[in-house]
């Protein structure tokens, strides 16, 4: 079964629009963490924001946020007032458990395109 | 401070030769990670080295892969012999030792096996 699942493999999004990432997590672990990364055309891996299965707040970072709904599973990513630099591949990511060192478990990604 | 250095950026070799990798981690990050995306799939995990020590290679897929990471260091991804499938981009990841922290990603090496 798939860990990570990111149904949107690509979305268009108008300048200065927000715009919502669908990730759906799948884990037995109570403990975890959910990251998000974006991968613009020039192909580093960007982190933007992370989400401890324990904290009790939806992270945010400047205009990204996270809509974190732990029984739902789900970890959707939420860009405002978007810009056209946020045109980029993201990925969704989770570590199970509670060692600092575990791996990350991606999704395919959503690649986005912000139309002026 | 230095991110995550990759090198070659990009490289072209023939099915059969062997390429290597190299991975220079941000100073003072003991995780190093090696993950892969081969084109429009997922990117996959490969291994994971705690210092020197391979914590976790169940990604590798198969034994033309040989990674080391020396002194705890910068690590090496060797490839021998190179195939078709292993085209892909290879990238490197470094993070500290904090529950919460991030992996820290490299730009990646772009891997054509032709």
């Known amino acids: 079964a798939q860990k990570i699942t990111q149904t949107q493999p690509g979305m268009f999004v108008q300048e200065k629009e927000a715009v919502t990432l669908d990730c759906t997590y799948d884990t037995s672990d109570q403990s975890y963490g959910l990251f998000w990364y974006k991968q613009p055309s020039s192909g580093e891996m960007i982190f933007l924001i992370y989400q401890g299965s324990y904290d009790e707040q939806n992270a945010t970072e400047g205009r990204y946020s996270l809509n974190f709904q732990k029984a739902r599973k789900s970890a959707n990513l939420v860009i405002s007032a978007s810009q056209l630099g946020d045109s980029a591949m993201y990925f969704c990511?989770?570590?199970?458990?509670?060692?600092?060192?575990?791996?990350?478990?991606f999704g395919g990604g959503t690649r986005v395109l912000v139309k002026p | 401070e230095a991110g995550v250095t990759q090198f070659p950026s990009h490289s072209v070799i023939e099915k059969g030769q062997t390429v290597t990798l190299r991975c220079d981690p941000i100073s003072g990050h003991d995780n190093l990670y090696w993950y892969r995306r081969v084109m429009g799939k997922e990117i996959k995990f490969l291994l994971h080295f705690v210092k020197e020590s391979k914590q976790d290679e169940s990604g590798m897929p198969n034994n033309r892969f040989l990674a080391e990471r020396t002194g705890g260091t910068y690590s090496t991804l060797k490839v021998q012999p190179a195939e078709l499938e292993d085209s892909g981009v290879y990238f490197c990841a470094s993070s500290q030792e904090r529950t919460n922290s991030p992996l820290h990603f490299g730009n990646g090496t772009r891997l054509t096996v032709t």
């Open positions: 990511a989770m570590r199970e458990g509670w060692a600092a060192g575990n791996k990350l478990t």
